[in-house]
C-alpha cells in the first residue's frame, strides 16, 4: 500500500497555507491578531521588541537524505529564536516563509509543519504569520524571530570589558560531530544502498545537528539571578568566530584556558573515532546553539555553581590579541575557522 499523495496545486497558494495553519494555536496573551488577515498584530505591554530572521537553503544548511522533515521543522524555529536569546531576550512570536518546489507533497509539508508547531509549543512562541511561494527546485525556508525584553536591558556583542569574565552554556562541538557521522553514513548508502546506517550509540552528537535546542533556559535564569551580560550572542559558526566578533566589537581581546571548554563524553568518544581534536570542533565546528557571553567579577558566585554555564577565560585589552592557554600551559593565538557563507 502506497502512501498518499496530495500534490500542491490540487490546493493553491490560498488553500495550502489554510491546510498548513489550520491546527495553528495562540500561546502569547500579546498575538492581538495571528494568521489570516494582511498582517499580524502583537502588544508587547511596554516591552522592548527584539527581531531577527534567518534562511535556511537545501543543500547549503541542510541536507534532506538525512534530515527527517519533522526535526527540520523543529530546527528552523530553533535557530531563529536562538539569536534572540543571544540578546538577552526571550522569544514570543515567529514569521515563517517557505519556497517549495513540486517534488514537494502536502503530507510532506504536514510533516514539516508538525516539527515546526512541536517546537512553538515547547517554547511557548506563536507562529503569526509568513508567505508560500514555489522554486525550481529544492526547500528555501526563512524564519523572523521576535522576541520581548525589559527596555534597555538587551545585550548586544559591544558592551565587554577588560577583567569580564567569558563564559557559555552548555557543550560545544558536539553538532560539528554528529553531522560528520551523518555524512559519513550518507556516503556509505550511496555506495552501497542495502547496508544500514550505524548510529548506534551516538544520540547525543546526532540530536545536536538535527534537533538543536535553543537556550531560553539561560536567559529566564540570568533574569531569576538578576544577572545583565555585558556582552551575548549565540554560538552558530564556532566559539573562536564568535569570540572574535565580541572582541572586534567590544574593542577588546581575550584569554580562554582550553581546559575549561566544556564537551560531552559521547562527543569526546566520537572525536576519538575520528581522529578530530575535540578543541578544534569546539573553536570551529558551529551549529552548537548555545550562549557565549562577558558577566562583570562580581557575577562570579552567583553563576559558579551553575551546571549549564562554564567560565572559559577573561576579557583582556585588546592590544593584548585573542589567546587560548592550552592544557600545557602555551599560549596561542586564537583563529576564527568558523563556518563561511561565501567562499
Not at 530553533?78 to 536569546?85: E, F, Q
Not at 547496508?195 to 529566564?220: F, M, N, S
Request: charged residues 25%.
Amino acid at each position: 500500500m502506497s502512501e498518499e499523495r496530495t500534490e500542491i496545486g490540487t490546493l493553491g497558494e490560498f488553500g495550502l497555507i489554510e491546510h498548513l495553519t489550520r491546527n495553528n494555536e495562540t500561546r502569547q496573551a500579546g498575538t492581538i491578531l495571528s494568521v489570516g488577515d494582511d498582517a499580524a498584530v502583537i502588544d508587547q505591554f511596554g516591552k522592548q521588541s527584539v527581531i531577527s530572521t534567518e534562511l535556511l537553503i537545501e543543500g547549503v544548511h541542510f541536507d534532506l537524505m538525512y534530515t527527517p522533515l519533522m526535526h527540520l521543522g523543529y530546527k528552523s524555529v530553533v535557530v531563529a529564536i536562538s539569536d534572540i536569546c543571544g540578546m538577552n531576550a526571550i522569544p514570543s512570536h515567529i514569521t515563517l516563509s517557505i519556497a517549495i518546489s513540486n517534488r514537494f507533497s502536502v503530507e510532506a509539508l504536514d510533516e514539516f509543519y508538525n516539527g515546526v508547531y512541536a517546537a512553538c509549543d515547547f517554547y511557548n512562541v506563536d507562529l503569526i504569520g509568513g508567505d508560500t511561494t514555489s522554486t525550481p527546485k529544492g526547500l528555501i525556508i526563512s524564519v523572523t524571530a521576535i522576541g520581548e525584553v525589559t527596555p534597555d536591558k538587551f545585550v548586544t556583542r559591544s558592551g565587554a570589558h577588560e577583567g569580564d569574565l567569558i563564559c557559555v552554556s552548555g557543550d560545544l562541538g558536539a553538532a560539528y560531530l554528529g553531522l560528520q557521522l551523518l555524512e559519513r553514513e550518507k556516503k556509505i548508502f550511496l555506495e552501497s544502498p542495502g547496508v544500514q546506517p550505524d548510529l548506534e550509540g551516538r544520540k547525543y552528537v546526532v540530536g545536536k545537528i538535527l534537533k538543536p535546542e535553543a537556550r531560553v533556559d539561560i536567559v529566564e535564569w540570568l533574569h531569576e539571578q538578576e544577572i545583565v551580560p555585558t556582552a551575548m550572542m549565540d554560538i552558530s559558526d564556532g566559539l573562536s568566530s564568535e569570540l572574535f566578533h565580541i572582541c572586534k566589537q567590544s574593542n577588546v581581546g581575550c584569554a580562554i584556558y582550553e581546559e575549561k571548554i566544556p564537551f560531552n563524553g559521547e562527543m569526546r568518544e566520537v572525536a576519538y573515532h575520528f581522529e578530530i581534536d575535540a578543541t578544534a570542533c569546539a573553536l570551529s565546528g558551529g551549529e552548537d546553539f548555545e550562549l557565549l557571553f562577558t558577566v562583570k567579577q562580581e557575577d562570579y558566585d552567583k553563576i559558579r555553581f551553575s551546571e549549564k554555564i562554564s567560565v572559559i577565560g577573561y576579557v583582556t585589552d585588546a592590544g593584548e590579541g585573542k589567546k587560548m592557554i592550552t592544557r600545557k600551559g602555551n599560549k596561542h593565538d586564537l583563529e576564527a575557522q568558523g563556518w563561511v557563507n561565501f567562499k
